[in-house]
């Protein structure tokens, strides 16, 4: 990831509701979610949602699909990962003992 697209994505994600959307679409993978239930869910109205839908998929943090009469939206969590790789590239300065709790805190799974 370089860093135009590092600043568009750390952009996307600033505002409050897009970050929550992001968030739930991450905990949706790989199903994704309806846009009509993510805007029940989040509780919004649907015209606001497609608007912070449309500046993720410009970041390049979600995609979306036709689904018969739905449109489906997940998230690109493989640009999340060059995203995190970006920003904690180089936060050891080569002293690795500095990031194991930052790599142990997202090891999760």
Same mark, same amino acid.
């Given at each position: 990831?370089?860093? #135009?697209? !590092? =600043? ?8 409050? =509701?897009?970050? $929550? @959307?992001?968030?739930?679409? @991450? ?7 309806? /846009?009509? #239930? ?5 509780? @919004?109205?649907?015209? =606001?949602?497609? =608007? ?5 998929? &410009?970041?390049?943090? !979600?995609?979306? $699909? &036709?689904?018969?009469?739905?449109? @489906?939206?997940?998230?690109?969590? #493989?640009?999340?990962? +060059?995203?995190?790789?970006?920003? /904690?590239?180089?936060? %050891?300065?080569?002293?690795? $003992?500095? %990031? +194991?709790?930052?790599? +142990? #805190?997202? +090891? %999760? %799974?």
């Amino acid at each position: 990831m370089d860093m #135009e697209s !590092a =600043t568009g994505a750390l952009g996307a994600l600033s505002q409050g =509701t897009r970050l $929550e @959307v992001f968030r739930l679409l @991450v905990r949706h993978e790989p199903e994704g979610l309806a /846009a009509g #239930e993510i805007a029940r869910q989040i509780g @919004v109205a649907q015209n =606001t949602l497609s =608007t912070h839908l449309a500046i993720l998929a &410009r970041a390049g943090l !979600a995609i979306s $699909e &036709r689904n018969g009469r739905s449109i @489906v939206y997940r998230a690109r969590i #493989e640009r999340l990962r +060059a995203l995190m790789l970006f920003l /904690a590239k180089d936060c %050891c300065g080569g002293n690795a $003992e500095l %990031c +194991a709790p930052l790599i +142990a #805190e997202l +090891a %999760c %799974c």
